[in-house]
């Protein structure tokens, strides 16, 4: 079932009048407290676009800014950022627009333990065209993905494997792509890059149910206004 939907927290006074949208949030509790990972586009801010981090003591909110200032990188164009906790150090996984490199990256960055700011220096994990270069790529089509974005982590539970979902732009639209850590961290190598969902959907993601059924969910079809959440059992 579903409740009506609830406002958590607005555009808040520390950052101004100058975001023109945010997008892609992503909860997540940790450390007993609740975390909003939200893209903003502030046009007269550096970075423009980055993910900012909102805190909130339960998951109604209000959610205010951990900090003053964006997870990613000073004249980045990024977005899509995600938490992944391992062996308890946070990281940021998230995309540098192919907008603005032309070959998308899927990057990680360390946080402080209290998410207010990255630890140091961005590494890049792979790019929107290694999957062309990959042995699970669909050699017969002549194309070049350039774009890594939606990124979202999980461990299976079947194999303890690490994998990665993101999302990249395809000849049939856009496609949600999963990889291998073959390290077995968030730091790789990243390989075995493929297809997961093809149907012009992205920003793939896996949940249980309630009753504990295994779900996956994505926004689809990705054009402006008709997106929709998908539900796949």
Not at 13 to 20: A, I, Q, R, S
Not at 94 to 113: A, I, P, Y
């Amino acid at each position: 079932t579903w409740s009506e939907k609830k406002l958590v927290t607005v555009v808040s006074p520390e950052l101004g009048d100058t975001v023109k949208a945010w997008w892609a949030p992503e909860m997540h509790e940790y450390k007993g407290k609740y975390y909003l990972l939200v893209t903003l586009h502030r046009p007269d801010h550096d970075p423009v676009r980055g993910t900012w981090a909102f805190r909130a003591d339960s998951p109604d909110g209000p959610f205010v800014p951990v900090s003053g200032n964006a997870l990613t990188p000073k004249g980045w164009d990024s977005l899509d950022g995600t938490l992944w906790v391992e062996d308890g150090k946070p990281y940021l996984v998230f995309g540098h627009s192919w907008g603005q490199v032309g070959d998308g990256t899927m990057e990680v960055v360390g946080l402080k333990d209290d998410l207010s700011g990255p630890t140091g220096e961005s590494r890049t994990l792979f790019k929107g065209t290694d999957y062309t270069r990959s042995p699970m790529s669909d050699s017969k089509r002549p194309y070049v993905d350039h774009v890594a974005e939606g990124p979202y982590m999980f461990r299976s539970a079947a194999t303890g494997r690490l994998h990665m979902l993101w999302s990249n732009l395809l000849p049939s639209g856009y496609a949600v792509m999963i990889s291998d850590s073959a390290g077995g961290s968030v730091e790789g190598p990243w390989q075995n890059h493929r297809v997961l969902y093809g149907k012009d959907g992205g920003h793939g993601m896996f949940f249980r149910t309630l009753e504990g059924r295994l779900t996956f969910t994505l926004h689809q079809p990705n054009g402006n206004y008709g997106e929709r959440m998908k539900l796949f059992g």
